[in-house]
């Protein structure tokens, strides 16, 4: 074992390019760059995925147009009803008591889902409630208003 074997141990790592060290190094003068263009410049070489080497980019080209529902959704923040019988105690339940418990925004449209076993007469008013939510409140003698429908 000599020197230069404990030297030349192979860490993975790419040693850095010196550029501008003198013409005999091969990167002197336009240090690898090239001689003219963008990509000779500081700051150059804009190439990213829609470059088009400065033609206008087929995006730009193409016409806006069409119709998109997504700006007419309605989104709902679904709530558990389960969750709602356990921290709302009385027999109405409304918005504004589902909104002081934690449950759901002063903003949000709510939902209520995931319809459990309900043992005490409730009347609830949200924005939607679905079919088992409903079942399950009639059927423990309360009744459900849904403000959307």
């Not at 003219?36 to 700051?43: A, I, L, T, V």
């Not at 007419?72 to 709602?84: E, G, N």
């Not at 949000?108 to 008013?125: F, H, M, P, S, Y």
Request: hydrophobic share 35%.
């Amino acid at each position: 074992m000599s020197l230069d074997d404990i030297l030349s141990v192979n860490t993975g790592r790419r040693r850095s390019k010196r550029v501008g060290r003198g013409a005999g190094s091969g990167l002197g003068k336009t240090c690898g760059r090239g001689q003219k263009g963008e990509g000779s410049r500081s700051g150059g070489k804009n190439m990213g995925p829609l470059f088009e080497g400065g033609q206008f980019p087929l995006w730009m080209r193409l016409p806006r147009r069409g119709f998109t529902n997504a700006l007419h959704t309605v989104r709902y923040q679904p709530v558990q009803l389960s969750r709602v019988l356990e921290r709302i105690e009385g027999e109405r339940i409304d918005l504004d008591a589902i909104c002081a418990a934690g449950l759901a925004d002063s903003a949000d449209r709510v939902k209520l889902v995931a319809g459990c076993e309900v043992n005490r007469k409730i009347q609830v008013t949200a924005h939607r409630a679905t079919r088992s939510v409903i079942a399950a409140v009639e059927a423990a003698g309360g009744s459900v208003e849904q403000l959307d429908g």
